[in-house]
């Protein structure tokens, strides 16, 4: 961690300023309840590091220093990307995973970029009624809190296939593992996300004897503070993938044990299920915004499509301006529109047609711009109609990885919510994922992010649900100038959107871009929700354009790294999550 120099981003004076008095006296009585909310303000700033060789950003410090060590080693960032990936599944346990999956985006400094999929799969008795009670309701209850909700991981077999391929060739998959499985025997102190998450989790990891025996104390209370977090059973998985590969995970006894965990708790993943997993490499989407090359994950996340689709709406704009009010307008118009998008048309692009080249052209950008009043607020229903819930989401960790060779990797990965459906396979010390809620389990019936689908995310087997996930990289002349992701749900996608044009056309260093508070639209509900910290003039200003702003507590964390035009590493560890750490050399 030599070399770190911290200083107070730009454009961040004033996140903690309390505007509610500014609000207009004719302001109705919820939306004075929600400005409170709003106004209150973070009292966090970001901490730039800075760094010449390699950096890596990731939301729990041990993983970050792993990966950084595999860089001091002569690792590439893939090699580093693959230890902090396998380290999190230790130390950030409610998101770092081997029993979830994700999406690699990496740019190699011969100037190729790559997508590794390692998003589960449903298990073969899944079809489209896996999700109904008996009225044919979407039944919340099956797709998030119960074993019929994991889907086949991916993300043993994704950072595997990350490394054979990409990795530097100078360490086995052992040795980058080997960290993990150190921690995971020797325990880590409960502290940070884990001592901040966990509790909230109690009664779900409660419910499952083979998870309260790692995460809880022997008397069924909550581990506190001081105690430590020993994943003896965890250590010894590793240890068999370390010494045998990705088959100790897919074909032997961890399948076993992963498959008879989900039997006897009512699920459907069969031995047979695990053995015909596949990580797949997929060829990235890529669009440009101003002199800038975004490479983001093509579906089955809809993150990049909506990405660029939003992109290419806002470079219609002069977004370089001092009218906040006005440049989140015009984003939340954006948002909308690329989100109805994604209700509509995406889904695994394995079973299903998306119509990616048509979504993300500037031709289909300029047709949306052209709907877009700048004065005010097109209401969801005017765009499609649709179903309108909400539901807040959990957890998934985004981790920011570059080397000195020119490489870059963005990961994002998750069991979508936080520590998953909560069980962890007997004998394993595997948390398990409840990731095929992200499927639209019936037209209409909104996810746990309040998303809704259609038939192009129908459940069923074998098929990969439609993600938010967006590990992106932006290139500036063909080599990486930001790095970033982001935990969150449906907010993913626009937090990494607003990261980038704070940097873009806002011209905020990383740490502000970001730190800033951040909104979202997600086109259904037709709401405009609002992080703390913006001030009561921008909210008003919204509001008389229409949107309807409500509060909301913060979601997302964007771990970042930027790179300077004389090549040094900027990382901004997003303050949003406790324990995230930016750490360089
Ligand atoms: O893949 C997705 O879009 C979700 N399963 C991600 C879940 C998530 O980000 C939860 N984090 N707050």
């Not at 302001?27 to 010449?52: K, L, N, S, T």
């Not at 669009?287 to 219609?316: A, H, K």
């Not at 939340?332 to 998008?341: L, T």
């Not at 309040?450 to 996930?469: E, F, H, T, V, W």
Request: one cysteine or more.
């Amino acid at each position: 961690m030599a070399n770190q120099r911290r200083f107070l981003p730009r454009r961040l004076t004033g996140v903690a300023v309390v505007c509610v008095v500014a609000l207009s006296a004719g302001v109705r009585a919820e939306d004075r309840a929600a400005d409170a909310a709003i106004g209150r303000g973070q009292g966090d700033v970001a901490q730039p590091v800075v760094a010449h060789n390699g950096m890596v950003v990731a939301q729990e410090g041990r993983a970050a220093q792993i990966g950084v060590d595999i860089l001091q080693k002569g690792g590439n960032a893939v090699d580093a990307a693959v230890a902090t990936g396998f380290a999190l599944a230790v130390s950030y346990p409610r998101a770092g995973n081997i029993g979830g999956g994700g999406f690699m985006v990496i740019h190699r400094a011969n100037g190729e970029d790559s997508a590794i999929d390692y998003r589960e799969t449903a298990p073969r008795a899944i079809d489209a009624k896996s999700f109904l009670d008996a009225n044919g309701n979407a039944d919340p209850q099956k797709s998030r809190e119960s074993a019929l909700a994991i889907g086949v991981p991916g993300t043993v077999a994704g950072l595997a296939l990350a490394e054979q391929k990409y990795g530097s060739g100078r360490f086995t998959l052992g040795d980058l593992i080997a960290p993990a499985i150190a921690m995971a025997r020797d325990g880590i102190a409960f502290t940070d996300d884990r001592a901040e998450s966990l509790p909230n989790e109690h009664a779900r990891l409660a419910r499952w004897p083979s998870s309260a025996k790692i995460f809880l104390k022997a008397d069924g209370g909550a581990l506190s503070p001081g105690d430590r977090l020993v994943q003896g059973d965890l250590a010894d998985s590793l240890q068999a993938i370390a010494r045998d590969g990705p088959r100790a995970f897919y074909d032997g006894t961890i399948a076993e044990k992963l498959a008879a965990a989900a039997h006897a708790a009512g699920g459907v993943m069969t031995v047979d299920d695990l053995k015909d997993y596949r990580a797949i490499e997929r060829v990235p989407v890529r669009g440009s915004y101003r002199r800038y090359d975004i490479v983001s994950m093509p579906p089955p996340s809809s993150g990049g499509v909506e990405l660029i689709e939003m992109l290419n709406i806002l470079e219609g704009y002069d977004l370089a301006h001092d009218d906040e009010a006005q440049t989140l307008f015009l984003m939340i118009e954006a948002m909308k529109r690329a989100y109805a998008d994604r209700a509509l048309f995406l889904g695994d692009p394995d079973k299903v047609q998306n119509p990616v080249a048509r979504l993300i052209a500037k031709s289909y950008a300029a047709a949306w711009r052209a709907t877009i009043d700048p004065a005010q607020a097109t209401p969801a229903s005017d765009i499609r109609a649709g179903g309108n819930s909400q539901n807040e989401g959990r957890n998934t960790t985004h981790f920011s990885v570059v080397d000195r060779f020119g490489n870059a990797v963005a990961n994002t990965y998750t069991l979508n919510f936080s520590y998953g459906v909560g069980l962890v396979a007997d004998g394993t010390g595997i948390l398990l994922n409840n990731e095929l809620d992200d499927f639209a389990a019936k037209p209409e019936a909104p996810n746990a992010y309040g998303l809704i689908g259609y038939d192009a995310n129908a459940p069923g087997p074998g098929k990969r649900p439609l993600s938010s996930m967006t590990p992106t990289i932006v290139l500036k002349d063909n080599k990486p100038f930001l790095v970033t992701g982001s935990p969150g749900g449906s907010r993913i996608v626009t937090a990494v959107l607003q990261v980038i044009v704070n940097v873009i056309d806002r011209g905020m260093d990383i740490a502000g871009a970001v730190a800033a508070p951040r909104l979202h639209n997600q086109w259904l509900p037709d709401q405009v929700f609002a992080e703390p910290g913006f001030s009561g003039a921008v909210i008003a200003a919204l509001r008389a354009r229409g949107d309807k702003v409500v509060a909301q507590r913060p979601f997302t964390s964007a771990n970042s790294i930027m790179v300077t035009p004389e090549g040094f590493f900027v990382g901004a560890a997003d303050p949003r999550t406790r324990g995230a750490l930016a750490v360089g050399y």
